[in-house]
């Protein structure tokens, strides 16, 4: 027996060897933090066969369980950045391996590699984690074979991915034919994602062509038999490709509209729209992506008993960046900081967490909350999908007998046994924004020639202008969508396939354990999308459902009771439960040494967190401690209608716990001709551009920002570096420069966001 397992051992160890001198094996990575790096790197691993391609595709926390990449000669690598620039933490293992000192110069000098990152520019460090792989990898000696690409998230992560694996097939021919000494191929040659060239039994072939001299994607052409059905008119659009005799997608919509299935369209004909396109898109053959590939089955069991409210929150799989166990903690308070006139409306929720006692936090710590979807808006959903009578019926979750797709599992997140309605309130996102290869599984369910005609240009390649106009920028989510195209009817299986896990959302604490033991609070926006054309009118996932959970709970800052007065009312009067946990500790905390000077910077709910270190602060002055210099730039709209947390502020300027105060009201005019206008925090930086540049160069203080990534922390970062400037008649790159230095040595940190 030993000698047989033995025999196997090495069987199965030669057989992985030679699978990877295999002529056209690659290695495919991925590091993700919220699932979007996996995502592309499963369309790659979709794709590979029809490009005449073997991949192996791994998680990089699989790193030498799974694969070794010191016996690999070819790897794609996609990864995501988070945080503050750092890697995803299913990465983090694999950049420990790669950054050991003791490593040999040549020690990856074998490997040839392709690398995708993602990042967003709205943030200081883009792609930081990708960028430090890179270097990493290159300083062990290892090769590019494709260009290296970072996909930005700020304009559409699609804008630079589909592009770079598009072209990534073309790279990996020329790389395997060099390695072999054959003739390269030229670089115009296209790839192929997927060609539909057959009629099935239903009308459609999802079946790849093997033919890598094709055009590149599905192209589509469309033709109509006046008298089939609408489906079948329909899915003629997906089948009939490439065969050179079909009618022009003009010729199509002449007879469509003779058959009388034209979709109601009350916007002009001249005006392209969501659900209208127009010359020359209109008139071309599409390059779309391929059909994702169907590879799970629900099937309903009424007679199956399933209490949902004792199932785990999403199947008990783990959330992203959870440093603790999940709890259920009381809201013990709400307070509307704004006033019912303000442009936003601001709540303050103060949680009871005497009970969970992994919550330990310091102001600057921030935790998430789990939140649903939002039931009416569910329900809505379930009656537009035509599931209202099977919604609250038990269903089996399984894998699709006979799928094609490769590597297929349950999604961890998705109990096997539950309910629809369940599924899309608490496991799934319905509100993520309409990505191409989901574009293309809502053109296989829509039975309307022309609305899936409109659908395929909206996911392929000639469409990609129309695409980041009429989807990304205005956001469309999935209801929005089914309302634009009433044909489009999607199986449940397939969101459940496609849709993104419902994530947990992340808040900085507002509070000090030391000033407020066993609470935690925080303060919020509550975001507003406001209707538009084809956009439904919507609040926030997670500031919509804490607001319409905390109504009955809300008193305002302008209020006759107190804040302790409401909080002992509300503790004794509430039973309402949130579900949080602590997120990894962040470098967001006030000096070790207190005598350090701070300059904190926070416009709106920026304020936040620094309200915690104030707090904080006062009472560790009660209790004697000494600080150093304290500066706070606070701005608002209105200072009567926004003016978040003025008598804490107030009082701490009073007790000396906070130095200076500078606050600006964007929408309000001086009170006197004379006065400057100070509408942002950078218009009071530059105003008092001496006190900031002598804090930032005599005084070594810590700097902190807080608040709107897109637009305050490049202006403030701009606005430090003019007041150094300024006081310390440097040039521009002196001055930047030691910004630069300042944030290496942990003396500039941000906490923002988009």
């Known amino acids: 027996l030993g000698s047989i397992r033995r025999f196997s051992s090495f069987l199965f160890n030669n057989l992985r060897v030679m699978g990877r001198m295999s002529k056209s094996r690659f290695l495919l990575l991925y590091g993700s933090q919220t699932g979007q790096a996996k995502a592309i790197a499963e369309e790659i691993h979709e794709n590979s066969e029809t490009n005449g391609f073997i991949s192996e595709l791994h998680c990089l926390s699989e790193t030498e369980r799974k694969f070794d990449i010191t016996r690999e000669p070819c790897v794609v690598i996609i990864v995501s950045t988070t945080g503050e620039g750092d890697a995803p933490e299913t990465a983090s293992k694999f950049f420990r391996r790669i950054r050991k000192r003791t490593l040999p110069t040549d020690h990856l000098s074998h490997l040839n590699y392709a690398l995708l990152g993602l990042g967003d520019t709205n943030y200081t460090n883009f792609c930081n984690c990708p960028k430090n792989l890179e270097k990493a990898i290159k300083k062990l000696g290892a090769q590019p074979f494709h260009r290296t690409a970072f996909a930005d998230d700020a304009v559409g992560l699609e804008v630079e991915a589909d592009p770079w694996m598009e072209e990534l097939w073309v790279s990996l021919k020329n790389y395997f034919q060099k390695i072999s000494n054959e003739p390269r191929i030229a670089r115009e040659d296209p790839p192929v994602t997927c060609s539909i060239n057959e009629t099935t039994q239903n009308g459609i072939s999802d079946e790849p062509s093997k033919n890598l001299n094709q055009t590149p994607s599905t192209v589509v052409e469309t033709s109509v038999d006046s008298g089939a059905a609408t489906m079948d008119r329909a899915k003629n659009i997906e089948s009939n490709v490439e065969t050179g005799d079909l009618k022009t997608p003009q010729e199509v919509m002449a007879q469509v509209a003779r058959s009388g299935s034209v979709a109601d369209d009350s916007e002009s004909e001249d005006c392209p729209s969501l659900v209208k396109s127009s010359p020359p898109l209109s008139t071309v053959n599409l390059s779309a992506p391929a059909l994702p590939v169907e590879y799970l ?17 999403q199947n008990g799989y783990a959330f992203p960046s959870c440093d603790s166990p999940v709890y259920d903690v009381d809201i013990a308070a709400a307070r509307q900081l704004t006033t019912a006139d303000a442009v936003k409306k601001t709540l303050h929720i103060e949680l009871d967490i005497k009970e969970a006692s992994g919550m330990s936090y310091q102001p600057g710590d921030s935790f998430s909350v789990v939140c649903p979807n939002d039931s009416e808006e569910v329900s809505r959903l379930i009656d537009r999908l035509g599931l209202t009578s099977l919604a609250d019926c038990p269903y089996r979750l399984t894998l699709k007998a006979g799928s094609t797709k490769k590597s297929t599992a349950l999604p961890a997140y998705i109990p096997e046994h539950a309910t629809v309605r369940y599924v899309l309130t608490n496991c799934i ?26 659908l395929l240009e909206l996911c392929s390649r000639q469409g990609s202008a129309d695409f980041a106009k009429y989807i990304r920028e205005p956001e469309l989510i999935l209801y929005d969508l089914l309302q634009a195209f009433p044909s489009c009817t999607p199986t449940i299986n397939r969101l459940f396939e496609m849709m993104p896990r419902l994530q947990p959302r992340p808040y900085s604490a507002c509070s000090s354990n030391l000033a407020h033991p066993g609470q935690l609070h925080f303060a919020f926006n509550i975001v507003e999308v406001p209707l538009l054309s084809h956009r439904s009118r919507r609040t926030g996932v997670c500031t919509g459902w804490l607001d319409n959970l905390t109504t009955s709970l809300q008193t305002t800052t302008h209020s006759d009771e107190s804040a302790e ?20 500790s962040s470098k967001f905390h006030l000096p070790s040494d207190p005598s350090t000077p701070i300059l904190l910077i926070g416009p709106g709910t920026g304020l936040a967190p620094f309200i915690g270190f104030l707090s904080h602060r006062d009472q560790q002055r009660t209790e004697g401690t000494l600080f150093g210099e304290s500066a706070l730039f606070y701005g608002c709209r209105n200072e009567e209608k926004d003016y978040l947390y003025r008598q804490e502020l107030d009082n701490f300027v009073s007790s000396g716990t906070l130095t200076r105060l500078f606050v600006s009201f964007s929408r309000d005019e001086p009170s006197t001709p004379d006065q400057p206008r100070v509408k942002y925090v950078q218009d009071n930086i530059a105003i008092n551009w001496e006190t900031v540049g002598r804090m930032l160069v005599d005084d070594s203080v810590c700097v902190y920002v807080c608040g709107d990534a897109r637009n305050m922390a490049k202006d403030v970062n701009a606005a430090l570096i003019a007041a150094i400037q300024k006081y310390k008649d440097w040039s521009q790159g002196e001055s930047t420069g030691f910004v630069i230095k300042m944030r290496s040595e942990r003396r500039y940190l941000e906490d923002v966001w988009t």
């Open 297 to 313: 089955s629900v099937e309903y069991h009424q007679t199956d008993e399933c209490n949902v409210d004792k199932l785990p929150v």
């Open 429 to 454: 996102d319905i509100r993520t924004i309409a990505r191409k290869a989901f574009l293309r599984m809502l053109a296989h369910y829509t039975t309307d020639p022309v609305e899936q005609r409109r």
């Open 565 to 584: 007065d409401v909080g002992r009312l509300s503790i004794a009067e509430n039973n309402t439960k949130v579900k949080i946990f602590k997120r990894p």
